[in-house]
C-alpha cells in the first residue's frame, strides 16, 4: 500500500522528525539526490492559484530527476475532473501513468478518495481544511530558528481557524511544541481537528488551546503566525472575514508582547496593512522568506521516502 500526505494525521512524531531530517540534508547537500527520481512522473493537480507550492514542487522534482506534470482543472483545456470526472476514475487513470500526485483542491474528500481509489502516494498541497506541507516547511524553519528540541516553545497563530491553522495545531503535537490559536469567536477552527489535535498533543505532552485575546496569547511565544484573512475560495465573504478580523493585526505592538526572541512567520501570499503591518513582515523577526524557501526542501525530502528512494529509518 502507498503511503499518503493527506494531512499531518498520516504521519507521526517519529516520521515527522525523519522527513525534517531529510529536508535538512537535501537543503546542505542537494548533489547528493539529484538522480533519485529519475524516470518517475509526477502530477500536480491544481484547482486553486498557487506561486510557492507550484514552483517548489516544479523545481523541487525537476531538481530529483523526475518529471513534474502541472494540470490545472479549471478553463477549456484543464483536466476532465473540471467536467465531473470522479476522483475514482481519475486515480485509476494517475495510477497506470504517475507514480504520485501532488493535490490542491477545495474538499478534502477529494484527496482522500484518491487515495482510497489509487495505487500511488497522494499529496495533499492544499484544502480548505489542511495544508500539510505549508506545516513541514514552518516546523524546518523553527527548528533552524530555535534547534530541533522545540519541547517548551509557543507558537501562536493569529487570525482566523483555517487549513494553515489546523496544520499546525497537528503539527505541534509531532514537533514537541504548544499550540495557540488567537483567533475570534465567530472564526475557530474546526471542531473536529481541534479534538484531534487535543488528544495527540495530550498524548505528546504538549498543548493545544485557543485564547480569543491576542495579547494574552502571545505572551512568552516563540513565534506568532498568520495567514491571509480570506482564504482561497472564501472572496464572496471577504468584507464581513475583515470586519470580523480587525483587531487581529499582528503589529509591533503584538510582537513586543511575545518573548524577546519571538519571529514572525506567514504562511504567505502576505496582506500588508491587513493581518500583518509591513513593518512587521519586512521586519528583523520576519522569517516568511526562509518559511518559504524550505517548502521546497521539505517538499523534497517527502518525495523522497513517499516514493521509497529512501528509507524512513
Ligand atoms: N503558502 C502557499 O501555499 O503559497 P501558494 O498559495 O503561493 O502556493
Ligand atoms: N489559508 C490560505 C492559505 C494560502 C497558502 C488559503 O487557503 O487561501
Same mark, same amino acid.
Given at each position: ?21 531529510? /529536508? ?35 523545481? +523541487? ?56 481509489? +489509487? ?52 503539527? +505541534? ?18 471542531? @473536529? ?23 494574552? /496569547? ?31 493585526? @499582528? ?63
Amino acid at each position: 500500500m502507498p503511503r499518503h500526505l493527506r494531512s499531518l494525521k498520516d504521519v507521526n512524531a517519529a516520521e515527522l522528525d525523519r522527513i525534517l531530517t531529510l /529536508a535538512r540534508e537535501v537543503k546542505k547537500s542537494p548533489e547528493r539526490f539529484t538522480q533519485k527520481l529519475a524516470g518517475k512522473s509526477i502530477a500536480m493537480i491544481f484547482s486553486k492559484p498557487s506561486t510557492r507550492t507550484r514552483v517548489s514542487f516544479e523545481v +523541487g522534482i525537476h531538481q530529483l530527476g523526475a518529471q513534474a506534470m502541472f494540470l490545472p482543472t479549471g478553463g477549456t483545456t484543464g483536466l476532465q475532473t473540471g467536467r465531473g470526472e470522479t476522483p475514482h476514475d481519475t486515480a485509476q487513470v494517475m495510477s497506470r501513468f504517475v507514480h504520485a500526485v501532488v493535490i490542491r483542491t477545495f474538499a478534502q474528500d477529494e484527496v482522500e478518495q484518491l487515495a482510497e481509489h +489509487g495505487r500511488i502516494p497522494i499529496i495533499n498541497a492544499l484544502t480548505d481544511m489542511f495544508h500539510p506541507c505549508q506545516a513541514l516547511a514552518d516546523v524546518m524553519t523553527m527548528r533552524e530558528q530555535f534547534g530541533d528540541d522545540l519541547r517548551g516553545r509557543k507558537l501562536v497563530f493569529v487570525g482566523p481557524g483555517n487549513n494553515v491553522t489546523h496544520s499546525l495545531m497537528l503539527a +505541534g503535537s509531532r514537533a514537541g511544541f504548544d499550540v495557540v490559536c488567537a483567533c475570534p469567536e465567530s472564526l475557530p477552527p474546526s471542531h @473536529v481537528v481541534l479534538e484531534r489535535a487535543k488528544a495527540d498533543a495530550q498524548k505528546a505532552g504538549t498543548k493545544v488551546y485557543i485564547e480569543h485575546d491576542p495579547r494574552k /496569547a502571545v505572551k512568552g511565544a516563540s513565534v506568532i503566525y498568520t495567514d491571509t484573512w480570506v482564504s482561497m475560495g472564501q472572496e464572496a465573504e471577504a468584507e464581513a472575514l475583515k470586519a470580523k478580523l480587525a483587531a487581529y493585526t @499582528v503589529d509591533d505592538e503584538l510582537m513586543a508582547a511575545a518573548a524577546p526572541d519571538c519571529v514572525f512567520m506567514h504562511c504567505l501570499p502576505a496582506h500588508r496593512g491587513e493581518e500583518v503591518t509591513a513593518s512587521v513582515m519586512d521586519g528583523p523577526r520576519s522569517i516568511v522568506f526562509d518559511e518559504a524557501e524550505n517548502r521546497m526542501h521539505a517538499q523534497k525530502a517527502l518525495l523522497l521516502l513517499l516514493l521509497e528512494a529512501e528509507p524512513w529509518c
